[in-house]
Each structure stands twice: as structure tokens, then as C-alpha cells.
């Protein structure tokens, strides 16, 4: 391998929200932070050499985004996941929360109802609860014991919602945080296809789609045909695939010309509509020739989760465990510890160190859940397990 995932890189004292801000998130500064969706790893070199070069230009002034930006994102697409985007239905935005909430100003009005699959990202919770009188209305995933995996959607309640509810818009995770589906063709279509036949327009955040997993395979929304292409939103970026989450850049692509131009007007009037110098720069060397460090790091992502699938099978019994289809976030399932989520939360942080993220934050009813972000250096990993390993123990001894 030509990258060193294994590496430890300092990051505290460089204002890194994950770091820096543990005291703030967990009321302690030394827990072993895996929470928020940043990694740990140092970014591809042909990265680091695109911003040294602009570092070295020395003038960061206002900065244009010339047409090989979206050519860039445009050939990644077609060489990773066979997805040929056109770029004029591309648009920017700083990120693809700021995405799905001025989307939901676009495209909705006070007092409309927004679908969403539950549990699912906080942010989009977040977005609605943050739009005026809009209200939040949750088709469940369903929680299987079959197979290795176990989340599916409930089409029958995904249709009553869609039919009796009439929502004004669904928003759709894909591949999905945090449980990591990443939906089949067949999944993908027929809830399109159920959107289409109830009037409701759909807009994907498919930022995880790069990180495929285990051989299974993301497939983008505007793929699936031209109708259904005209009835959704695309978001997409660099940011989680090639951590530049920093850098604060995202990517639209429209198949309806009149929501992207109402897009691109309520972000010009902000004055909001321009990259800064470096993502610019970062972006174009990331899409271009970053496969490389993608291919090894979405190989060392799979060797730190089937780590933590055996070692939780071997010493924490009471930890349910299972390989998620794609991103580097795990859906961990504490429930067998029979602590209320209270409970589980300060029992991680002051009995194990270890900071991860409330299966609150995703669905109010995931009790017993917790989100872990496994990008980090396995020595990271494996004493992080190692604490919790122990703190389990000696709650089973009492």
C-alpha cells in the first residue's frame, strides 16, 4: 500500500470540531473521540500538492470556479459508479446541510409534511424542525433478524405515508446514515417510482456513495431514468470520500431546470454561491487522482470493521455487531446491556472513554443505539474496543 492509514496524526490545537470540542459534546477532553463524520487520515498527496501550490500563488482572493471543476466531479462520477452528469444540471453549495434546508424553502411551504426514513442522519431532523411549520413525518426502516443484515424499508407504511400524508417532498438517504444500506436498483426504483405516482419530489443525499463496502454497489438516483431523474435532487461531494469536510463544498446535480434555477438565485442573493480557493483547487486533484488512496483507504475501512465485528463477538457478547454496506459509520446495537439510553451514554463516556454518537440524535425510539465512526487508525480502534471490553466486564461482575 503507498498510504500509511496506520499513522496517528495529531489533531487537536488545529480547531478540529471532533477534538477540540470533546469537552464541550462529552464533558471530558480525553475520550477517545469517534463520533462526528470526519476522519483521521492525512488526505491523498495529489491533494496536498494542489493546496501547496495555491498556498505558494500567495493572493487568496475572490475565487471563480472555471468548467474543469465539474468535469472533474463529472468524470469521477462516470469512472467510479457509471453515472454520466451532464454538468449543466450541476450547482454548488458550501454543504449539503445548507443544501437540504434551503431545498426545503424552495420546494415546500409553511404547514407541509417532509418524508424521511428514520432512523436516519440528524441533520435532517434538523433541517425541518428548522424550516417554519414544516412537519417531520417518519416512514421506520424495519428491524429484521434475518441475514447479516438487518434494515428494510417498509413499502406498504412508505406508501400509506406517501398516499395519506402527502407529503410535499421525501428526503432520501442513500447510501443510508447510519444504519449503511446502501439501496438495491430494485429498492432505489420502487420508492421512486411510488414518489412519482404520488406527486412527491425527492431529494437524495447520496454523499456516502463513494465509500462502497464489501462489494456492494451504490447506485446514483439519476440513473434510474429520465423520469425519474426530472422528479429528484442529487447531493453530492468530495468532502466525505477524500475528508475535506473542511474545506466546505458540496455539489447538486438537478433534473428539474426550474428548482435549480430557484436553487441557484436563493444562493446568489446570499452571496454564498462561490468556492473558496482552496476547494476549488482540492476538489478538481481529489476527482481526478485521488483513486488510488480511495481504493486502499475503502480497503483499510473494512479490515477496522471486521475487527470490531470479531472482537465484539469474541469478548462483548452483549454488543450486537454487523458490517455496514457502505460509508465508515457503524450502527451498534448495546440494547443487551439493558441500561436505559441515559445510561448507556455516561456509562460509555465515563466508564469506557470512549465518545460516540447518541442513536437518539437519528430516530427518538433508537434505543440502545449508538453511532461509531471507525476512520481512525486501527490502534485507535482496537483500544477504544479494549475499553469497552473492560467496562462491560466489570459491569457484568457487579
Known amino acids: 500500500m503507498k498510504y500509511d492509514f496506520n499513522k496517528t496524526v ?57 468548467d474543469d471543476y465539474y468535469r472533474a466531479a463529472a468524470s469521477f462520477m462516470e469512472r467510479r459508479h457509471g453515472w454520466n452528469v451532464p454538468i449543466e444540471t ?13 431545498l426545503i424553502q424552495i420546494m415546500s411551504k409553511p404547514g407541509d409534511k417532509i418524508l424521511l426514513q428514520t432512523p436516519v442522519y440528524n441533520c435532517f431532523h434538523d433541517v425541518i424542525k428548522a424550516s417554519e411549520d414544516r412537519i417531520l413525518l417518519s416512514n421506520k426502516l424495519v428491524k429484521t433478524e434475518k441475514g447479516e443484515f ?12 406517501l398516499s395519506l400524508e402527502k407529503p410535499a417532498l421525501f428526503l432520501l438517504c442513500n447510501p443510508h446514515n447510519p444504519v449503511g ?105 481529489a476527482w481526478l487522482y485521488g483513486d488510488e488512496w480511495l481504493d486502499e483507504l475503502l480497503k483499510y ?41 441515559d445510561e448507556l451514554c455516561v456509562f460509555l463516556v465515563e466508564e469506557a472513554g470512549v465518545g460516540l454518537s447518541d442513536g437518539r440524535s437519528f430516530d427518538p425510539d433508537a434505543i440502545g443505539f449508538m453511532r461509531m465512526n471507525v476512520a481512525s487508525p486501527r490502534s485507535v480502534i482496537e483500544r477504544a474496543m479494549y475499553q469497552i471490553r473492560e467496562a462491560v466486564a466489570k459491569r457484568r461482575a457487579c
Open 10 to 66: 495529531a489533531r487537536e490545537d488545529f480547531c478540529s470540531v471532533k477534538y477540540d470540542n470533546r469537552g464541550i459534546v462529552f464533558g471530558r477532553h480525553d475520550v477517545i473521540p469517534l463520533w462526528i463524520a470526519d476522519m483521521d487520515f492525512t488526505v491523498a498527496e495529489p491533494i496536498v500538492r494542489a493546496c501547496e501550490r495555491r498556498t505558494k500563488h500567495g493572493i487568496f482572493g475572490y475565487t471563480s470556479r472555471p
Open 90 to 102: 450541476l450547482s454548488f453549495c458550501p454543504g449539503i446541510v445548507p443544501a437540504l434546508y434551503s
Open 150 to 161: 438487518p434494515y428494510e424499508i417498509d413499502f406498504k407504511d412508505f406508501e400509506e405515508k
Open 181 to 285: 444500506r446502501v439501496w438495491t436498483p430494485d429498492e432505489l426504483f420502487k420508492m421512486h417510482r411510488l414518489c412519482l405516482e404520488y406527486n412527491v419530489p425527492v431529494i437524495s443525499d447520496e454523499i456516502h456513495g463513494d465509500l462502497e463496502l464489501f462489494g456492494h454497489k451504490y447506485t446514483p438516483s439519476h440513473t434510474l431514468g429520465k423520469e425519474i431523474s426530472k422528479n429528484t435532487v442529487v447531493c453530492f461531494s468530495a468532502s466525505k470520500t477524500f475528508n475535506l469536510a473542511g474545506l466546505q463544498a458540496s455539489n447538486l446535480s438537478f433534473g428539474n431546470t426550474k428548482w435549480k434555477s430557484s436553487f441557484d438565485s436563493y444562493w446568489s442573493a446570499l452571496h454564498l454561491d462561490l468556492n473558496n480557493c482552496y476547494s476549488v483547487e482540492a476538489f478538481k486533484a
Open 301 to 341: 475501512l473494512e479490515g477496522n470493521m471486521i475487527f470490531i465485528r470479531d472482537y465484539a463477538g469474541k469478548y462483548i457478547p452483549e454488543l450486537s455487531v454487523y458490517l455496514p454496506e457502505a460509508s465508515y459509520l457503524m450502527w451498534l446495537d448495546f440494547s443487551s446491556l439493558n441500561m436505559t439510553q
